[in-house]
């Protein structure tokens, strides 16, 4: 495997289901990231670890619960979502700079739907 | 507050036709980033290319062109003799710089759909 990639490509769920997405990079960096893609909306930072420490919480609800065990992966575990959470899902990753110019790679999305 | 705006929604050219991609941004930083990426029908965002704000040297990659003026606050992109490969959804963003305790966050406009036609 190369670059970022995520599991699964495309999730449907119950507002009362439980599940996790999954995100591994393949390109030694060590800082990840949760973004969500709306329709018509730029997307919008949810999460940011460094190091597997959290460094960013973008005011997101408590029903997305990120989880980062080491520089490699990082999960998203979804519960009791609503049907406005429905989007797509990128996962990012960057190597750390002091100056902040590092270019994110990004992962291919989990385009979830909430029923 | 930083911002990218990417007034244009939706372009349709015909193949071989150049065309030019805007963005303006706004930030009070003297020091940013800016980006470019790509957003095919896959879903993935593909990194096309990052300028900093000390140089407004404008840069060619071969078909493709950037045209970064800080008077204006704009960097604009320009595909030339486009392709029905360039078919995607692009996307202009700004570094606010590092976060405390470390990583960077984007701002994103909200993308430009670009089809290109035979």
């Known amino acids: 495997e190369t670059g970022v990639t995520q599991t699964p490509r495309h999730l449907v769920m119950g507002m009362t289901n439980k599940k996790s997405l999954k995100c591994e990079q393949h390109l030694g960096h060590n800082a990840m990231y949760w973004y969500k893609q709306s329709a018509k909306k730029p997307l919008e930072l949810m999460f940011v670890y460094n190091f597997k420490e959290q460094t960013e919480n973008n005011s997101v609800p408590s029903r997305f619960s990120p989880e980062c065990p080491n520089s490699s992966h990082l999960f998203l575990h979804l519960h009791t979502l609503q049907p406005e959470d429905s989007a797509l899902y990128l996962c990012a990753s960057s190597q750390v700079s002091l100056r902040g110019d590092n270019e994110q790679f990004f992962g291919p999305g989990t385009r979830l739907t909430v029923l | 507050a930083q911002k990218v705006t990417q007034a244009q929604t939706e372009i349709s050219v015909v193949e071989k036709e150049d065309v030019t991609l805007d963005c303006v941004y706004e930030?009070?930083?003297?020091?940013?980033?800016l980006f470019w990426y790509k957003q095919p029908p896959s879903g993935e965002l593909v990194f096309l290319i990052r300028r900093n704000s000390f140089d407004e040297q404008n840069e060619i990659s071969g078909r493709y062109s950037w045209n970064f003026q800080k008077s204006t606050s704009s960097f604009n992109f320009t595909i030339t003799a486009s392709q029905v490969v360039d078919s995607a959804v692009y996307f202009c963003a700004l570094s606010e710089g590092v976060l405390t305790g470390g990583g960077n966050k984007l701002t994103f406009g909200t993308g430009t759909q670009l089809k290109v036609e035979l």
């Open positions: 930030t009070r930083d003297t020091t940013y980033y």
